[in-house]
């Protein structure tokens, strides 16, 4: 059975108290099984297989969901509807002049590129560094949210001394590696810092050896995600990666905390 998302097949997992909706490959589902699964969002399902079925030789290494998709919504038409409000929640507010008012990057790029069932292991991951002094007491902090911008996880690095560059990498480094960790496969990354984002884009050289070895690693993590996409936001834009950052200035040196969101 081919897994890759460019089929973008959706795999049902029934319910044990559903309708059997078990089929072979080119038969269509039973009416009783297709309504059953419309109930739950699941609509033109290709395959569907039994959850006493689900084995590691099946689907290769399974990673758990970090978040559910919210009852109310049905498709991609609804998580685009649920991202598109979070932009226009971010970008829309009042509170600056008109002139200085600047509209967040469009998640719509990254989101064509989804299958709708792969929605489950993308995230969004916002990221900062501190550093007071510059070099001086620093901190690392990121953000992973689901692909409807609620938050699902905060985390914060304690760096010890560094400078803001420095800070800002491993922040990346921090936000990309949890996310591997979490089963995440398609990410969309941004931060305020242009040198991170333009040179793991490999937009701008890297002028200094301590630059040059952090780049490699992000790039190494760049490359094993299934799709990736990485651009520069203002500041407006990255308050909460902001914030964890400042926060980690007071960790220990490689002390890493993390929060979950109750959902």
């Known amino acids: 059975m081919n897994l890759s ?3 973008k097949i959706v795999y049902c997992i029934c319910n044990l108290y559903g309708p059997n909706v078990a089929v072979f490959k080119g038969y269509r589902l039973p009416k009783a099984a297709e309504e059953y699964l419309a109930t739950h969002g699941l609509n033109n ?3 569907s297989i039994g959850a006493s079925d689900v084995q590691s030789q099946l689907f290769g290494q ?10 109310s919504v049905n498709g991609k038409a609804g998580t685009r509807n649920a991202a598109d409000n979070w932009i226009k929640k971010k970008a829309g507010s009042t509170s600056t002049p008109e002139g200085s008012q600047r509209k967040l990057p469009e998640l719509e790029s990254f989101m064509e590129t989804l299958p709708v069932s792969a929605y489950g292991c993308s995230c969004i991951l916002e990221f900062d560094g501190a550093s007071k002094g510059n070099p001086g007491p620093s901190g690392a902090g990121a953000v992973l949210r689901a692909i409807d911008g609620s938050l699902v996880y905060r985390l914060r690095e304690g760096l010890g001394v560094a400078t803001n560059n420095v800070a800002e990498y491993r922040a990346a480094i921090l936000g990309l590696r949890y996310a591997l960790e979490r089963g995440f496969r398609h990410i969309r990354v941004q931060g305020d810092s242009k040198l991170v ?3 793991v884009n490999g937009l701008w050289k890297t002028k200094t050896e301590n630059m040059t070895s952090l780049c490699k690693v992000a790039k190494e993590l760049k490359h094993k995600f299934a799709s ?8 407006e834009f990255n ?5 964890q950052a400042n926060m980690a200035i007071h960790l220990q040196v490689g002390e890493v905390q993390e929060e979950v969101e109750r959902r």
Do not use: G
Request: proline residues 9%; aromatic residues 10%.
């Open 62 to 71: 399974l990673a758990p969901c970090p978040f559910q998709q919210p009852s």
């Open 228 to 235: 990736f996409q990485i651009c520069h936001v203002e500041r």
């Open 239 to 243: 308050t909460e990666a902001d914030a």
């Open 197 to 199: 984002c333009m040179q």
């Open 5 to 7: 998302v460019s089929l």
């Open 45 to 47: 399902a290709i395959y």
